[in-house]
């Protein structure tokens, strides 16, 4: 297994551990179609939240607007720097993703291609990302609490 592999793996049991911790029961699918865990509650298991996560070694980031249209109601969690001090910033939809990019959300690559990618965030990007760190509510809040 590469180390991106790794790295990815490590991303989805920190987010299934966080979601565990808070009383969320969680499932892996056993093909990876861009949903990574679904996270449901014991007492209503057919209420699934599908999660795609984005794990990196460093605080750069990347977002694509088809990650979005995998399933419905599905939620981002980007997770940052997972081999030192991780840090998650959780996006229930398309209209948070283009809060944290700011200005960015009315660029070229953003409306016409649906990506963008951030190598090497300044404190402008940190600063609108914080707003979406550890927003483990837009999971679940979807699950019933």
Known sequence: MSKAALVGKAGEALVAAELMRQ????????????????????EAPSIVVPIQIKARAGSC??????????????????????????????????VDVEDALGDHSASPTWWTK????????????????????NRWDRIIGRLGG
């Open 23 to 42: 009383g969320i029961y969680v499932a892996h699918p056993a093909y990876d179609g861009g949903i990574d865990l679904l996270a449901f509650k014991e």
């Open 61 to 94: 980031f990347h977002f694509q607007k088809a990650w979005f249209q995998k399933a419905s109601g599905i939620v981002l969690v980007q997770v940052w720097n997972i081999t030192t001090d991780p840090a998650c910033f959780v996006f229930g939809s398309l």
């Open 114 to 133: 649906g990506t963008y990618n951030v190598t090497q965030p300044g404190a402008h990007h940190i600063h609108r990302m914080a707003r979406h760190r």
